[in-house]
Structures are given as structure tokens and as C-alpha cells.
């Protein structure tokens, strides 16, 4: 079974801060894809990006960046200097890449507020 | 411009009574989903397809039917046997090579019970 927990209900920062959202996930698939989508008060999941199993590398865009440790299965998500527009729920979600069910799962979600 | 399209944005539902959360797609993906998101909650998995005619139950199926008669359409029926129904409903779509796995989401119906 899989399993993708988001242990940070609700985060408040000031803008310009940094932030970091925290995914660790469970899994028995040796191949698998991680994912992070945001959420904002519109409703409409937005993909932000997709992380391979066997790739290790962090990813830098422009102020997110994302680290991947297999080791201690975590994915989790930095914003640089955040705004007000990153306010939104964040969701972690994982996939296994092959055999079987396609059906990502989901984690809780992470409400991320950023004040003026 | 290609995308997904839920309607309507807010129902209501009265006791006992059925109803239909239409969702329709324009990007010519094969697999189409459901989730329920309820605060706090995450998203779970209602009923998904992969292919027209023929669908899957997902993790909270009970009190849901759904159908899948054409490529772009995949409306979800909330039967009154569903006796908690109000939360906000997410309709997704994917393709294999969007990069993979990628999901596509709609805004979402916001039901609610009156």
C-alpha cells in the first residue's frame, strides 16, 4: 500500500520568507513518480512538477525547489522569498510508475499562507 | 484552449434526491477520475476510467455511480444513498505522455446539502 504524509496542516509566513513543505511518503515499488500540485482558492489542482524514482537530482524553478531523498523518503518542496500569490494548499502525491494500478495517492494537503 | 470543464461550480442537494456533477474534457485523454476533497481530508479517489465503457470503483465508491459513454465526458452521480455528500468534487484527466502520470484537474462543484 502506499502512503503519502504532509505533516504541516497549516504554515504562516510573512512575504519574502522561506518556506519549506515537507512529503514523506510510503511505498513497495521500486519505481515510482512524486508529484506536487498547488491548490489555490480557485479550486483548480495545478501540476507543478514530476520526480522520477531513480533521479535524485533537486530541481530548481525559478523560486520553488524541490529535494528528493530517497534514503529517507522524502520529497519536500522550498519556496524562496515567498509572496502572497504562493498562498494556497499544497498536495504531495505518489504513483507507482509501473505494474498494476496507476491511481496516485494523495497526502492531506498543506495550507500555505503568506501575509503581506 | 484545451482543458477540463466542471459544472456547475455549487449544488445543492435536497434529502433523498440524486444528483449529477457533469465534467467534460477537451484534451483527448484516455483516463478520467473523481475525487472528493474534504478539508483536512486530501483528495480521495471516488471512481476512475481508463477507457470509454468501462470504469473503476475507487477507495470511497459507495453512494456514487458514474459512466463513461464518450471519450470527453465522465459525469459523476451522487445517489441520495450518499448520506454525507457535501464537499468539493474534482474532476481529472491524464494521458500517457503529458509527462506521465501528470493529472489534469478541473475547478471543481462545491455540493452541499440543504
Known amino acids: 500500500a502506499q502512503k503519502v504524509t504532509q505533516a504541516q496542516t497549516e504554515i504562516s509566513v510573512v512575504e519574502k520568507e522561506d518556506v519549506t513543505l515537507d512529503c514523506v511518503y510510503e511505498?513497495?515499488?521500486?519505481?515510482?513518480?512524486l508529484f506536487w500540485y498547488k491548490q489555490p482558492p480557485s479550486g483548480e489542482l495545478v501540476f507543478l512538477i514530476r520526480r522520477n524514482s531513480f533521479d535524485e537530482q533537486n530541481e530548481i524553478s525559478g523560486r520553488y525547489s524541490w529535494n528528493f531523498q530517497k534514503s529517507t523518503s522524502s520529497f519536500n518542496f522550498t519556496i524562496t522569498a515567498s509572496q502572497v500569490v504562493d498562498s494556497a494548499v499544497y498536495f504531495c502525491?505518489?504513483?507507482?510508475?509501473?505494474?498494476?494500478?496507476?491511481?496516485?495517492?494523495f497526502g492531506r494537503g498543506t495550507s500555505l499562507i503568506v501575509h503581506p | 484552449d484545451g482543458g477540463i470543464t466542471q459544472s456547475p461550480k455549487y449544488l445543492f442537494r435536497k434529502e433523498g434526491q440524486n444528483v449529477t456533477l457533469s465534467c467534460e474534457q477537451n484534451?483527448?485523454?484516455?483516463?478520467m477520475y473523481w475525487y472528493r476533497q474534504d478539508p483536512g481530508q486530501g483528495l480521495r479517489l471516488i471512481y476512475y476510467s481508463q477507457i470509454v465503457n468501462d470504469f473503476q470503483k475507487g477507495d470511497i465508491a459507495e453512494g456514487y455511480s458514474v459512466s463513461r459513454e464518450k471519450k470527453e465526458s465522465f459525469p459523476l452521480t451522487v445517489t441520495s444513498a450518499q448520506k454525507n455528500p457535501t464537499a468539493l468534487y474534482l474532476c481529472?484527466?491524464?494521458?500517457?505522455?503529458?509527462?506521465?502520470?501528470?493529472?489534469?484537474f478541473g475547478s471543481g462543484t462545491q455540493l452541499s446539502v440543504l
Open positions: 484534451l483527448n485523454h484516455d483516463a
Open positions: 511505498t513497495r515499488d521500486t519505481t515510482y513518480y
Open positions: 502525491a505518489l504513483r507507482p510508475a509501473s505494474g498494476g494500478s496507476y491511481i496516485p495517492t
Open positions: 481529472a484527466c491524464s494521458s500517457p505522455g503529458q509527462p506521465v502520470g501528470k493529472l489534469f
